[in-house]
């Protein structure tokens, strides 16, 4: 199972709790299932972040979609913490949901959705 590389993979293990990442919420502002498809909004810089806010990383990998199951395995981060991370990043205006499937979309089109989540997942 191939492994990637995160800013993270070097560094001494994080003495900061999942919830501090979140200030202790739990649950994402908006609706954002694992394989939904985010990008950053073009034109939008990080918003000031600092380079080792994880918002700013996760800002970073999505210039390329990417899954929130995706960013997850990156950044080596519990998914919940990355639902809550993304939808806050949304509401910000640095990032964007792009749609998974259209409602007639075609077996294929199901199947490398399936794909592509299970190997996000597998990668956690």
């Keep these: 199972m191939p492994h990637h590389q995160s800013d993270y993979d070097d560094a001494e293990p994080s ?39 994880i918002r700013a990383s996760i800002v970073a990998l999505c210039e390329k979609r990417i899954s929130i199951a995706e960013i997850a395995a990156h950044l080596g981060v519990p998914i919940g913490v990355v639902r809550v991370l993304v939808a806050d990043l949304v ?29 996000g997942l597998r990668a956690l």
């Design 91 to 119: 509401v910000a205006g640095s990032l964007e949901i792009h749609a998974t499937l259209r409602s007639d979309a075609s077996r294929v089109e199901r199947r490398e959705l399936i794909e592509r989540t299970l190997s």
């Design 15 to 53: 003495l900061v709790r999942p919830y501090a990442l979140t200030e202790g919420r739990t649950l994402p502002s908006i609706d954002l299932p694992l394989e939904a498809i985010i990008a950053t909004i073009e034109d939008v810089v990080s918003n000031n972040l600092a380079p080792q806010d």
